[in-house]
Nanobody, 124 residues
Framework: QVQLVESGGGLVQAGGSLRLSCAASGRTFSRYGMGWFRQAPGKEREFVAA????????DYATSVKGRFTISTDNAKNTVYLQMNSLKPEDTAVYYC?????????????????WGQGTQVTVSS
């Protein structure tokens, strides 16, 4: 069992930056692929970024590529999402998720554990 807790959300102006963190419980964190998803009001939860268990493979949604960076610190059991050049359309609740398969996947159904989410609001 893995428990995930996100933090770092908040209100920021367009063009600003935020770094989201997702702290995981359990000693097997380093065996999981990790992903970030987001859900805006009235919309489906969508893929943002993912990283494989080795850290050697990452994937990004087209809308965030070049602006967001996903990374992990296995010593801290934490995955990060660095978000730069934020836009109002990035406003959403951001969720982290863990995949026992260890790969960097865009598919929500592949993820076994989910956090409760953290709100990110970007003002224009």
């Amino acid at each position: 069992q893995v428990q995930l807790v996100e933090s770092g959300g908040g209100l920021v102006q367009a063009g600003g930056s935020l770094r989201l963190s997702c702290a995981a419980s359990g000693r097997t964190f380093s065996r999981y692929g990790m992903g970030w998803f987001r859900q805006a009001p009235g919309k489906e939860r969508e893929f943002v970024a993912a990283i494989s268990v080795s850290g050697g493979s990452t994937d990004y949604a087209t809308s965030v590529k070049g602006r967001f960076t996903i990374s992990t610190d296995n010593a801290k059991n934490t995955v990060y999402l660095q978000m730069n050049s934020l836009k109002p359309e990035d406003t959403a609740v951001y969720y982290c998720a863990a995949d026992q398969g260890g790969i960097a996947t865009r598919l929500k159904s592949w993820y076994d554990y989910w956090g409760q989410g953290t709100q990110v609001t970007v003002s224009s």
